[in-house]
């Protein structure tokens, strides 16, 4: 059912829906348009209301091919909505959760694209905030580039920051989609350009690997690694890239690249990955440890009880998909804006490794694997119940001697027991 948005803008049908509101299929006197119509509550907020206009002209003159351009805010009633370039394709997510890793070609020349439109970004000022598959589109009208690769568009500038208000959040809150959150966000500081460059790394990690760096399980230990465990390698990848990779996941913020230079040394990279095929990796912690099997979880760990059973040939659930609340469904999306408790740096600290579990060659066995643990545990058990057994034995054995030995009678009989040609006493 349409509806005016405006007086300039028609919304024919629901796109999609984010945390933050409903993408529509839009018309406009330029002809057809996406419109983000924002929540109810977040258009009744004066304040970020008054934000959003403020910030127009810079949403407005933010343009570059990279970059789905907003055309028009419009404030009208209960209404607040951003008039974007409408993007015929789809999502990086959709892309991942069909394929679930791309080959390095695609994924690099995917990430150097994003890394161009963040370039324009920060040096206009704007720091994105919410990097992640889900803002990545995909121009499946525009022209193939390097592995087959569709133009890659960064969408929804500007809604984390005008979301994460002073006086809508706390400073004692995280503002952020877990698996993409930079360290000195966990840890409080305000967030500059270099926390764009670290979200849009562990998106290039993720579309290598099929699983972010520090992603699955809690929330709270998602972010929890982020500040302290270091990235795991990935089997196979030129070396090169790989530096790239763990300079940009660097916990200094200092330490990274900066986006220009970013995309500048993936376009570098390029040429020496054609042809390459996906990387043929197990995600850490695939191995299932025998008390998992029957009916156990080990702490901390998800539970995918929690989750339908996946049909045959179709995907389990993704990985870092977890409900924040017991018993709820799954944040399937991982939608963006989930407003946490920023950690204490006793909690930080506490049960971490300092370094990743590694990813590995598929097939291959890794000594510490859950399956080999869970393995030497059943050898123990067994040992251990045999060595009982010897134990009753031996016991039942010499009390048996010791009795016999006690009560034997001139001659050698035994009280109760029949001797043969001679009688019971």
Known sequence: MARKIGSRY??????GRGSAGTVWLGEGPEGAVAIKLLREDLASDQELVGRFVQERAALLS????????????????ADLALVMDLVRGTDLRTRLERERRLAPEAAVAIAADVADGLAAAHAARIVHRDVKPENV?????GPLGPGGAHPALLTDFGIARLVDSPRRTRATKVIGTPDYLAPEIIEGLPPRASVDVYALATVLYEMLAGFTPFGGGHPGAVLRRHVTESVAPLPGIPDELWQLLIQCLAKAPASRLR????????REILPG???????????????QPEDEAEGGAPAGSRDDSRYPAAAPGEAGPPRGAVPLVQGSAPDSNRETHTSM??????ELAG??????????????????SARHRSSAEAVRRRRLKLGMAAVLVVVAALGGWLASSGGDEPGGATPGVHQPGGSTP
């Open 10 to 15: 028609t919304a024919h049908q629901i796109l």
């Open 62 to 77: 933010l343009e570059h091919p990279h970059v789905v351009g907003v055309r028009d805010l419009v404030v009208d009633g």
């Open 137 to 141: 589109l995909l121009d499946m009208q």
């Open 259 to 266: 986006a220009p230079e970013l995309a500048a040394r993936l």
């Open 273 to 287: 990955l054609a042809g390459m095929p996906p990387l043929d990796i197990d995600e850490p912690g695939g191995d």
């Open 341 to 346: 408790r920023v950690p204490g740096p006793d």
């Open 351 to 368: 049960g971490a490794h300092g370094t990743a579990r590694a990813p590995r060659a598929a097939g291959e066995r890794r000594a510490g």
